[in-house]
């Protein structure tokens, strides 16, 4: 072979690596400069409006950068697979019990955060996180029905219950029109709501009629489905929807936005519903512990948390934040609910190995069949 | 004769280290593995109660069970899991083989000139990227696309309802076929080629007609071929998930699928490596299957190359 | 005859459109100015433009990049070794350690990779455990491809070589790895290759926040179908085809085994 074509190649391929070194993207149009240091956020997708964000690197002097998760199992699965570096997460409770259980997790210093005063004392001091020690609330969300509320009041359906997705009757008339959430624990939630169980029950008892349940259900559902209900409702393909409030909120804001001959619209259902807790903790491979305390003391202050609320529409813990915050979310019972509401909610908690296989084993037997 | 074992050693021994290294010892972990408790919140659990990390309270179930298994027999389900991904196996091997033989034989016969080309004609698309060829299936077989249209309305006049193509059995097994298929054809095109034509005319000299010359001649020749072709097909159309996950619809999981959620989703990893540990026995045995019936045709026909 | 072979080219011309319709569509429609592939709409770069400006995928390319590059000269290394060494010596382990990897479903090589790497070596998962995943079944391949040339090789050279007193160094130097060059070739630009194009054992060994350009692809799928998928796989295409055609160049035994 030609000594000309070997030298060719090998210096071809040894050219690829410094020109794939040199393949820079290309830097973010801040003003912050490229050396200050880096705040590592790992949060939901959509939970943060980025101009909060742009206050806080002009406060801070330092950049942050985020990755996202849409799901809790995603995210600690992707912890467990040895996700290391971020300073922040914004884990739902249960997650955080386990994270906290696993000792992932590092210990508050109060005096870095003197607006966790802020908070309503009936988000502190949870069965999760006893005193807060690694934990300070972020907002709430509550896993409900969306809906089509002209549709629906045409086909005479019932829009405050979990019967709406689990029963034959009321399917009949919206079947390839309804999605569920594609979640282990949210899907087996509402149905042990349903039947009249706390979402917590591990009766393996209850646990198969909750399947049998589903089951029934399922050939009227469209698809099980995490993100994309959202759009799909806003443009009237789906009339119903399980899934979280704040994306029922910006997807009636949608519908709204874009002029369209229908509303969405979303409530608790009657029989109960999961309440989810989400809480900014540090991670203990993070490297700005301290600029971590900063965000978060950042966004505990009331104008910071409110502007959450005002873009997502999630429940807002924080009390200084209620002056800041639009008078119809807040005058939404389903975002803000009243005691009595409240009492109906509950928080998931995180199971023992035993339960998630057994889970995971219905959540197969559900996809199978 | 030192010299000779020196060199053996020499050429020999990184190779070998670096595959004991990563590959025979994560086997070997992920056989351990199989037989751990997973731990409270993921991962695993200790082995002995001293191994806890910091904090965490030393309580819970550690050691080594055979819990992981007995869970993946306490149910027919896993069985269904395995049967139903055995059956997408045996049928996209036999398509395969189907699609595969007429293009190998045309190839093998045509002008030695043109050989070369025609099989790198079919190894060029074989060239394009994985995901991209089972995304060129999602197009062609989505809702909105002009083959589901015409499909449907095929369905229409006969009175049937529409489907959809997408997100279903019917389109998880043409990806398979679609991914596969060249392993299938290569094989199968080395052993055609290899046949001696002088005896293809003795069995038309001898009055034997175009079927069963192709028949009696030609097939139990390539049987050698046709087995390779069909393990290159089987073994990884048995593992893989990334066509089932794109292609699927919920319902359409196979033991790859099953196998992914436990690693990437609910984080129990005995139990994960339980069935992959299962899936390792179900591709040992049928290479196993597919040598001894090799060796089995190899002593009826003289005539065996591969 | 004449009957038989019309039957024979039809089904076969049949099986080459159904191998190549599918990649022309993907090809074709990367430049149809329309979000959904459904129907032509009208032509434009658009994609591509978006495609080189979305920095993610940049990254992504250059990660893959940096791993293809590494890994095939691992591969090409331990390969050549292991393919010299099981052709010239009666060896019963290598072999088996070296094949099973190419022969076994990809999941189980990810899945023990990924046990391995978190619990024994206790690492980050990034883009060294990538590269130590793509070299471990490439090893395979290239072994194949070098012994493959081996075995087509006149031996009474080396024997000759041997007889005039030549060192085993010299007989490699000056002999064998001229001759076996262009297999090395062919097997360096395989294994880059196998690994630019990789997807399943990618996905268990990359780590978080680095993104990888077929996780990238997967991702685009999953989430939010763009034609800009159509334009990085038609880039990638051209990329491999272009890989592929210069392997065969060097050794056209390339073409007989897989």
Request: hydrophobic letters at 50%.
């Amino acid at each position: 072979m030609n000594r000309q074509y070997i030298l060719c190649v090998f210096t071809w391929l040894l050219l690829c690596l410094p020109a794939a070194c040199s393949l820079q993207p290309e830097v973010d149009g801040n003003q912050v400069s490229r050396d200050d240091p880096v705040l590592r956020l790992f949060n939901w997708n959509n939970y943060i409006d980025p101009r909060t964000l742009r206050r806080f690197e002009q406060q801070c002097r330092c950049q942050v950068t985020q990755d996202y998760y849409a799901d809790n199992e995603e995210l600690l699965a992707k912890l467990a697979a040895g996700a290391t570096g971020y300073d922040l997460l914004v884990p739902t409770g249960n997650a955080m019990d386990a994270l906290i259980r696993q000792g992932a997790l590092r210990l508050l210093d109060k005096t870095l955060l003197p607006n966790l005063k802020n908070i309503d004392t009936n988000y502190l001091d949870t069965a999760f996180d006893p005193g807060n020690q690694y934990s300070a609330p972020y907002a709430t969300t509550v896993t409900l029905l969306g809906f089509n509320r002209e549709k629906l009041i045409e086909l005479g359906l019932p829009v405050d219950s979990w019967a709406l997705i689990f029963e034959p009757a009321h399917l009949r008339k919206i079947k390839g029109r309804v999605t569920v959430l594609d979640s282990q624990r949210e899907l087996m939630a509402a149905a042990l709501s349903y039947l009249g169980h706390s979402v917590n029950d591990t009766d393996p008892e209850h646990w198969q009629q909750a399947k049998a349940l589903i089951i029934r259900a399922k050939p009227y559902w469209a698809a099980f489905n995490n993100t994309s209900y959202i759009r799909e409702l806003a443009v009237g393909n789906l009339w119903v929807a399980h899934g979280y409030s704040n994306d029922m909120f910006q997807a009636a804001q949608d519908a709204q936005k874009t002029r369209r001959s229908f509303t969405v619209d979303f409530v608790i259902p009657k029989e109960g519903a999961t309440l989810s807790l989400d809480s900014m903790v540090l991670h203990h491979s993070g490297h700005h512990p301290d600029l971590a305390h900063q965000f978060i003391n950042f966004m505990l202050e009331g104008e910071n948390s409110a502007e959450l609320t005002n873009l997502t529409g999630s429940g807002n813990p924080n009390q200084a934040a209620k002056s800041h915050i639009r008078a119809d979310i807040i005058g939404n019972p389903v975002i803000f609910p009243d005691a009595t509401k409240l009492a109906q909610l509950e928080m998931l908690t995180e199971l023992d190995y035993k339960h998630r296989r057994l889970l995971s084993q219905i959540w197969t037997e559900i996809k199978l069949r | 004769m030192h010299r000779q074992n020196l060199t053996k050693w020499l050429t020999s021994l990184p190779p070998m280290l670096f595959l004991l290294v990563f590959f025979v010892a994560p086997s070997l972990i992920m056989i351990v593995t199989s037989f751990r408790f997973p731990g409270e919140f993921g991962g695993l659990a200790p082995l002995s109660p001293s191994e806890t990390a910091a904090g965490e309270v030393a309580s819970g179930p550690h050691g080594l069970t055979l819990e992981a298994y007995r869970f993946f027999f306490s149910d027919t389900l896993y069985a269904e899991i395995f049967l139903k991904s055995f059956v997408v196996a045996t049928v996209s091997t036999l398509i395969c083989l189907l699609l595969a033989y007429p293009l190998a034989l045309l190839i093998a016969r045509s002008d030695k000139r043109y050989r070369n080309l025609m099989i790198l004609l079919v190894i060029l698309p074989f060239a394009s990227n994985f995901l991209v060829r089972i995304y060129a299936w999602m197009i062609i077989l989505g809702p909105e696309s002009a083959l589901n249209h015409f499909v449907n309305n095929l369905l229409a006049l006969a009175g049937f309802p529409p489907v959809m193509l997408l997100f279903s059995p019917f389109a998880v097994l043409i990806g398979m076929v679609y991914v596969h298929l060249p392993f299938m054809i290569l094989p199968l095109y080395t052993n055609l080629e290899k046949h001696d034509p002088v005896l293809l005319d003795a069995a038309q000299d001898l009055g034997a007609n175009r079927w069963q010359r192709f028949w009696r001649v030609t097939w139990p020749q390539s049987l050698p071929g046709v087995f390779s072709g069909a393990v290159l097909v089987f073994i990884p159309v048995l593992g893989m998930f990334a066509v089932p996950d794109i292609l699927g619809g919920t319902g359409d999981i196979l033991i790859g699928n099953l196998i992914k959620d436990q690693f990437l989703g609910t984080r129990d990893w005995p139990f994960g490596s339980t069935l992959s540990i299962m899936l390792m026995l179900a591709v040992i045995a049928t290479t196993g299957l597919a040598a001894w019936l090799a060796r089995a045709r190899a002593t009826v026909s003289p005539s065996s190359s591969t | 005859m004449k009957q038989s072979n019309l039957l024979l080219w039809l089904m076969a011309m049949l099986v080459y459109a159904f191998l190549y319709i599918p990649l022309i569509i993907v090809v074709v429609y990367s430049f149809n100015d329309s979000r959904l592939n459904a129907e032509w709409v009208g032509f434009t770069f658009d994609w591509y433009d978006k495609l080189f400006r979305n920095e993610e995928m940049l990254i992504a390319a250059r990660n893959s990049l940096i791993i293809a590059v590494s890994a095939s000269v691992l591969a090409t290394t331990l390969g050549t070794m292991a393919g010299l060494a099981i052709h010239r010596y009666r060896l019963k382990v290598l072999p088996v350690l070296a094949f099973i990897p190419v022969a076994m479903p990809e999941i189980l090589l990810g899945v023990s990779l990924l046990l391995f790497f978190l619990q024994v070596l206790n690492m980050t998962l990034g883009l060294i455990s990538v590269i130590i995943a793509h070299t471990t079944f490439s090893i395979g391949f290239v072994a194949i491809i070098i012994r493959a040339r081996l075995q087509g090789m006149d031996e009474s050279i080396f024997e000759a070589a041997r007889d005039l007193g030549a060192t085993p160094w010299q007989t490699f130097r000056l002999i064998t790895l001229p001759l076996i060059m262009p297999a090395i070739i062919a097997g360096a630009l395989m294994s880059f290759t196998l690994s630019i194009d990789d997807f399943v054992i990618t996905f268990f060994t990359k780590g978080v926040g680095e993104p990888i350009l077929p996780i990238q692809i997967y991702t685009m799928i999953k989430i939010a179908v763009t034609p800009e998928v159509n334009a990085i796989s038609t880039l990638l295409m051209l990329l491999t085809l272009a890989l592929i055609m210069l392997a065969t160049y060097f050794d056209k035994t390339i073409l007989r085994w897989r």
